[in-house]
T-cell receptor, first 109, second 112 residues
């Protein structure tokens, strides 16, 4: 089964840093995806973590702790265009991403 | 190849009618997924193909929904006897083996 929890909404200021947390309980866990989704558009891939630790990719970093069932997405130097929904998606035995409700991030000037 | 393509982009149908959507995955991607998304929610898994074989189907998927992927290339999702609750964005994604899933732009269905 799947149980994914992430905050519904977060706000932050342009240029700041924001951390979006995700906890999960996933049968046969084998990895975790983060996707970004702007309103009315398709989700776009941000990161995929299989092993514990932090993976950095430009302004975005993603962290995974398999033993704690915990991940976070870190966004640095926030820009207005980062206003979007951020979807945490652990994958289980069939390697199928299962999505949480998403965190709506609002970046203001 | 420009990515996952879905058609139509929008569909308005009357309750009780049948609708069919098409998804063309990225070339050589052997895995294809269908998801449904309603406002304020994340994508909800519907079904998944590996090549032409439908390997998994959500228990939430009613018998009115059927999907095919003949020859392991494009896929179709059909909804029979549509209901207002079927109104949603239907998303298709594809991946090569168990790597990153790339999404299409979706088909927005409105049942009136």
């Amino acid at each position: 089964g799947q149980n994914i929890d992430q905050p519904t909404e977060m706000t932050a200021t342009e240029g700041a840093i924001v951390q979006i947390n995700c906890t999960y309980q996933t049968s046969g866990f084998n990895g975790l995806f983060w996707y970004q989704q702007h309103a009315g558009e398709a989700p776009t891939f941000l990161s995929y973590n299989v092993l514990d630790g932090l993976e950095e990719k430009g302004r975005f970093s993603s962290f995974l702790s398999r033993s704690k069932g915990y991940s976070y997405l870190l966004l640095k130097e926030l820009q207005m265009k980062d206003s979007a929904s951020y979807l945490c998606a652990p994958s289980g035995g069939s390697y199928i991403p299962t999505f949480g409700r998403g965190t709506s991030l609002i970046v203001h000037p | 190849d420009t990515g996952v393509s879905q058609n139509p982009r929008h569909k308005i149908t009357k309750r009780g009618q049948n609708v069919t959507f098409r998804c063309d995955p990225i070339s050589e991607h052997n895995r294809l997924y269908w998801y449904r998304q309603t406002l304020g929610q994340g994508p909800e898994f519907l079904t998944y193909f590996q090549n032409e074989a439908q390997l998994e189907k959500s228990r939430l998927l009613s018998d009115r929904f059927s999907a095919e992927r003949p020859k392991g290339s494009f896929s179709t999702l059909e909804i029979q006897r549509t209901e207002q609750g079927d109104s949603a964005m239907y998303l298709c994604a594809s991946s090569l083996d168990v790597t990153i899933a790339f999404f299409g732009q979706g088909t927005r269905l409105t049942v009136v």
